[in-house]
């Protein structure tokens, strides 16, 4: 019976363990006005590493595309 229990304990025990959190997948240093280098995930005219147009695109994006208040109708 002693047995039993030390080994339900050791199981339960193992079953809470933390997982290692380790960071999987593409790891870049790159900013993310650089590019990707293929051209069908860049938009038309737009150059890698120009920073300020990036930059102006993220805001007319969040301003007229993704901004639920200014697409309601009124």
Known sequence: MKAAFIMC???LLVACGEKPQEVKGVRTDKPAYSGTGVASFTEAGWKAGDKDAWANHLK?????????HV???K
């Open 9 to 11: 304990s050791a199981a």
């Open 60 to 68: 007319a994006r969040a301003t007229y595309g993704q901004n639920d």
């Open 71 to 73: 697409r309601a109708p």
